[in-house]
């Protein structure tokens, strides 16, 4: 059975760093992108950053520049580096798995940026 397991969110004050760890247990064959989305109270959950099976990312307009996609294949983890932080950050963070044929999403964590 696969499961994603995010970890790392916690309070942490504007300008502050954080790193999300997420780690996948069991198999999952034909991976197209891995990636982190996240979701703000009353908003839409929307792409924060992804990363290809040949290591292309990409990144939201609005973390550009301040937040880093990883991965570390033997352990199979993805991280999401986050630096710079700003109260507009404040989300539950998803870690997602693409197929071709389906997506996986792990449970959340969350993220609070504040003073």
């Known amino acids: 059975q696969v499961q994603l397991v995010e970890s790392g969110g916690v309070l942490v004050q504007p300008g502050g760093s954080l790193r999300l760890s997420c780690a996948l247990s069991?198999?999952?064959?034909?991976?197209?992108?891995v990636g982190w989305y996240r979701q703000a109270p009353g908003k839409q959950r929307d792409m924060v950053a992804t990363?290809?099976?040949?290591?292309?990312?990409n990144y939201a307009d609005s973390v550009n520049g301040r937040f880093t996609i990883s991965r570390y294949n033997a352990k199979n983890t993805v991280y999401l580096q986050m630096d710079s932080l700003r109260p507009e950050d404040t989300a539950v963070y998803y870690c997602?798995?693409?197929?071709?044929?389906?997506?996986?999403w792990g449970q959340g964590t969350h993220v609070t940026v504040s003073s």
């Open positions: 997602n798995i693409n197929t071709w044929v389906a997506a996986y």
């Open positions: 069991g198999s999952i064959f034909g991976i197209r992108t």
């Open positions: 990363i290809t099976k040949g290591g292309t990312t």
